[in-house]
């Protein structure tokens, strides 16, 4: 499931891929997997994530589950 919460979060912040990366120590491709949803971070790595976005974890994360049912549902 993509993530468009944080690629919102991250273009309200005027941050590229790139510069989010960098100030959470991964790789560009990392947080390019993350929003387009083919990889799971750590718990680490999302606090670290909001902590730079200045966001929560349930603001960037947390799925309802009414769309973790639909998402299971197409597959």
């Known amino acids: 499931m993509k993530n ?8 309200e912040h005027d941050m590229n891929q ?3 990366a ?3 120590g991964v790789t560009r491709q990392t947080i390019g997997m993350i929003e387009s949803g ?12 909001c902590d ?8 960037l ?5 009414e769309e973790r049912m ?3 549902e197409e597959h």
């Open 18 to 20: 790139e510069a989010l």
């Open 4 to 11: 468009k919460k944080l690629k919102i979060a991250r273009m």
């Open 38 to 49: 083919n990889y799971n971070p750590t718990l680490n790595l999302c606090t670290a994530i």
């Open 70 to 72: 639909n998402d299971h």
């Open 52 to 59: 730079v976005l200045g966001k929560t974890l349930n603001d």
């Open 61 to 65: 994360f947390w799925i309802p589950k």
């Open 22 to 24: 960098k100030a959470v």
